[in-house]
């Protein structure tokens, strides 16, 4: 698939037929994620890959509310062979930053522009998506609840170390499957691009 077409069709697919994901199209699908930028070349995120239905399950039933009856939503995603559940590693960063090229020795967290560790690991989920839809496939990036990750990480091991910055649901899109956001209407450039000086 040509890059533009990848960015033109990729879109959040939030219901699948539940067809497996071939593992070679998996591992491409990670290997690409690696390829994301990173400040100071940190690479400080990890990636859960749940693709056994029993890990899967577990995924559902330990960030949702077991008493809630799923609704379309989680009747939808839940039927996606794979979730990715990338994790940030702030740590890492502070660790990268205190090395003598950088020099931010005192590890003081205020200095951060913005959470980097996030914006990196977004980077690369956002690079899993691409190559989802240039595999023909689709993918969803959708938020895990706070509350939900302290049952997440003794579900799954995952250390303290590591939060996760969401989860992509990763299938083959069910013929069903509705696009919510195109109702919305994507935002004209005009309105979001300020040249020179910010207007409007
Ligand atoms: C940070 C982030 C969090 C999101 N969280 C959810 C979510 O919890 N559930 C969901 O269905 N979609 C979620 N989405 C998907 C957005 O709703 C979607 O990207 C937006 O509506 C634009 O649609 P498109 O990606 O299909 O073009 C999230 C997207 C991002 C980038």
New binding site residues.
Partial sequence: MEFQQVVDR???V?SYTGEPVDSAVLQRILTNALHAPSAGFTQGWAFLLLDEADAVGRFWACTTDPDDEPDR?LRGMSRAPVIVVPLACKQAYLDRYAEPDKGWIDRDESRWPVPYWDVDT?MAALLMLQTVTDEGLGA????VPTERWSAFRSEFGVPETHHPI?AVSIGHRAPTDV???LR?GRTPLSDVVHRSRWSG
């Fill in positions: 990729r879109r959040m939030r939503w977004g969803c990036f959708f938020g969401g696009a919510p956001s919305r």
